[in-house]
């Protein structure tokens, strides 16, 4: 079965990448498997600058889910591309790059950063992270500077750029408006909701940082929502994800209207889960009438 | 290499308060395990749990392929562990994590200090280290008496002091306190349990080198996510599932 899929800047072999975050920068899964299966491979953020994250604990489970609060630790934007992008050169899997900051200008950096290399095939905007105390998520839920940093760093890259929404607004369809009108190539969505925990025993946040973001199964329904609520006003290519477990639900956020997905949590749970989900997904699809993965995007939206 | 593992149960105790003692067998070689290394564990057969466990490795017989793992029920992924049957299943990703380097070191006695939940590890260490001919001295550190594992396991190895929180078996008091009194002598040290105890034994030892195993939340498990990160002495963090759970006491900062 045809299980590729054409993003803007992106020819994928099949719609199933690893969510940004839950996958480093491949080296550790590339140990259990070969990562030329990959649709594509959303590397973890970049910012300008090498960041120490947040204090540990830095996770806590949840009914069939997760918080994590990890603070964007990453070794750098220029180390990223001296010493971990090489190590990727070996597949031919495209490359997305998570670019993250705290002030435009830092966006603008790592954009700019990333136009050096020929290896990476399209930018992610994490305009979305709510476990930094400066940028990420104040650039996802304000419609205006959600547009002004999609604008900035738009003009500093020449490959498609996908702004990564954040789940924690009111209303989903005006920031993707927003981007959209901004020139995103794509959307991706969502980041993790907004959560904590308190451990009954010390009557204190599990988390050090307190809030962290809740991913996993437990807000799949949320990122479905919002996904069809978008399908429906914007006609934009989305990169879907939220609590994917299987292929069943890749169909589900296909139908919803994702052109391709990307798993996260779930990598935690089996370090297999991305090339299981591929070798399970032409099944599933033709057991509920699909002849290709483009033939079941959007096809949850019924002409009223 | 780590590798994702259907281990079968075969051995199921209690063996001391909500401590429990799991043999479990793998298909492939045991070879591969070191001593301070971990295993992580898939709680349930759904996804309402999503994070695995890791779960210090407390002996291995390479004969029959078996794994010991002790652990103590603190939450829901220890409580469903602890009421698994033998014969059942558990996926684990295994060998996980760095190990004491005792292959790169040459010592005649070394001192092994571990504490409630971190006295598993330095079993497997201290039968290691007994068949490279060093001498090894042991103090073990609990809550209270019923608490209290492996004493006459470690017994069969060498010299063991035991310790209660509450002086309700052996000496009184930490394991700090312990080491104080008896005054061992020895080449390096190896520990593993709570922080507070880490930090007492690096703070009072530091004139001794030695390497210490750290817990922590963790998320993958292999180095991916960054969830369980330590303070480095050089700036920055080391990632206690990847480049730990066992570092040079000196190359880490404890909170």
Same mark, same amino acid.
Request: glycine share 4%; aromatic share 8%.
């Given at each position: 079965?045809? #299980? @590729? %899929?054409?993003?803007?800047?992106?020819?994928?072999?099949?719609?199933?990448?690893p969510a940004s975050g839950c996958f480093g920068f491949g080296a550790e899964y590339s140990k259990f498997y070969d990562l030329n299966q990959l649709g594509a491979i959303i590397i973890k953020a970049a910012t300008a600058e090498a960041r120490y994250g947040n204090p540990t604990p830095r996770v806590a489970e949840t009914s069939a889910g997760m918080l994590n609060a990890i603070g964007l630790q990453n070794p750098g934007v220029d180390n990223i591309i001296a010493n971990e992008l090489?190590? #990727? @050169? %070996?597949?031919?899997?495209?490359?997305?790059?998570?670019?993250?900051?705290?002030?435009?200008?830092?966006?603008?950096?790592?954009?700019?950063?990333?136009?050096?290399?020929?290896?990476?095939?399209?930018l992610e905007l994490n305009i979305s992270c709510p476990n930094v105390k400066e940028g990420g998520v104040q650039f996802g839920t304000d419609p205006y500077l959600a547009s002004e940093v999609t604008k900035r760093v738009k003009a500093q890259s020449d490959v498609p750029l996908y702004v990564k929404l954040s789940p924690n607004v009111t209303n989903i369809v005006e920031i993707a408006n927003a981007v959209a009108k901004a020139g995103a190539d794509g959307l991706s969505m969502i980041n993790t909701l907004t959560g904590m925990r308190i451990d009954l025993q010390t009557r204190k946040p599990i988390i050090a940082n307190k809030i962290g973001g809740l991913s996993g199964p437990a807000i799949k329904p949320v990122a479905i929502r919002m996904i069809y609520q978008v399908k429906q006003q914007i006609d934009i290519p989305i990169i879907g994800m939220g609590g994917i477990t299987c292929a069943e639900d890749v169909l589900e956020f296909l139908l919803a209207g994702a052109n391709a997905v990307a798993v996260g949590t779930a990598n935690f749970e089996n370090p297999f889960i991305c090339p299981e989900i591929i070798a399970e997904l032409p099944e599933v699809l033709k057991k509920y009438g699909f002849s290709s993965v483009e033939d079941a995007i959007g096809k949850g939206h019924i002409n009223e | 290499m780590i590798r994702k593992a259907n281990l079968t149960i075969v051995h199921h105790e209690k063996i001391a308060e909500s401590t429990f003692l799991l043999h479990v067998l793998s298909e492939a070689s045991t070879l591969d395990i070191k001593p301070g290394q971990f295993i992580h564990i898939k709680i349930g057969q759904d996804h309402s749990h999503v994070l695995r466990r890791p779960i210090s490795i407390a002996d291995v017989d390479h004969t029959n392929k078996i794994i010991k793992i002790i652990f103590k029920t603190v939450g829901e992924g220890t409580s469903y562990l602890s009421q698994q049957k033998v014969g059942g299943k558990i996926d684990a990703l295994l060998p996980c994590g760095s190990s004491y380097p005792i292959d790169n070191l040459t010592m005649d006695h070394a001192l092994l200090i571990g504490g409630g939940i971190g006295v598993p590890p330095l079993y497997y260490l201290a039968k290691q280290l007994v068949e490279k001919g060093?001498?090894?001295?042991?103090?073990?550190?609990?809550?209270?008496?019923?608490?209290?594992?492996?004493?006459?396991?470690f017994k069969a190895l060498g010299d063991v002091y035991v310790a209660t929180n509450d002086g309700s078996y052996g000496h009184s008091g930490f394991v700090t306190d312990v080491y104080h009194a008896v005054k061992p002598s020895f080449d390096y040290y190896f520990s593993c349990g709570p922080t507070p105890m880490l930090k007492g034994i690096t703070t009072d030892l530091k004139e001794k080198q030695g390497y210490i195993s750290l817990e922590e939340r963790m998320g993958c498990g292999v180095g991916a996510c960054f969830a369980c990160v330590i303070p480095s002495v050089n700036g920055g963090y080391k990632k206690i599932c990847q480049q730990g759970p066992v570092f040079d006491a000196s190359e880490v900062i404890l909170a």
């Open positions: 079965m045809n #299980l @590729s %899929v054409s993003l803007p800047g992106l020819k994928l072999k099949n719609p199933i990448m090489p190590a #990727l @050169s %070996v597949y031919d899997t495209p490359i997305i790059a998570n670019v993250a900051g705290s002030t435009i200008e830092e966006y603008e950096m790592v954009a700019k950063a990333f136009k050096n290399t020929e290896q990476v095939e399209a | 060093v001498s090894v001295t042991t103090i073990l550190g609990f809550q209270t008496a019923s608490h209290v594992f492996f004493e006459q396991e």
